[in-house]
C-alpha cells in the first residue's frame, strides 16, 4: 500500500505542487511504504518516522528488512536525506545494495539503539553517506 492509499483524510486529492510529488505529507501516510533500491530490489517497508524535537525535521526512517510477518526481521535507521521519494512507482528508493543492507548496522524490534547518542548518529549518517546532524 501506498501514502496515495493511505491519505484516508484527503491530503493528497488536490495536490498541485509542481514538483515530483506533495510538497508537505502526513508522515502516517507513509509508514508502510515500501523502499527499494536503484536495482529495483525490493528491500522492505519504512515502520516509523523519527522526528528531531529540537530541530523540528525529520532525522530518520525506520526500515524493516527480512523476516516473514514481523518474525526475524532486522531494523535499520535510514537518514531521511537518504531517500529518494519515487512518484512514479509511490514508493521510496534507497540507494543501497541489498547485501550491503544485509551488513548494515541495525537493531532488533524490542531493542532500540538511542538515536540521540552522537557516536551512533556518526555512525549511522558515516554508513549512509548522510550529512544530517
Known sequence: ??????????????EKSGGPGPALMGADTLIGDD??????????????????????????????????????????AVPWDALKL???????????DKDNLKNAPGFDKDDWPDMADQTWINEINSYYGSTLH
Open 1 to 14: 500500500m501506498n501514502y496515495l492509499e493511505r491519505d484516508t483524510l484527503g491530503i493528497y486529492r488536490k
Open 35 to 76: 523502499v527499494y533500491n536503484l536495482q529495483d530490489e525490493k528491500l522492505g517497508d519504512i515502520k516509523e518516522i523519527m522526528l528531531d524535537m529540537s530541530s523540528g525535521t525529520v532525522a530518520y526512517a525506520v526500515l524493516s528488512f527480512g523476516g516473514l510477518l514481523t518474525v526475524g526481521e532486522k531494523l535499520f
Open 86 to 96: 519515487d512518484t512514479v512507482n509511490k514508493r521510496f528508493l534507497l540507494d543501497v
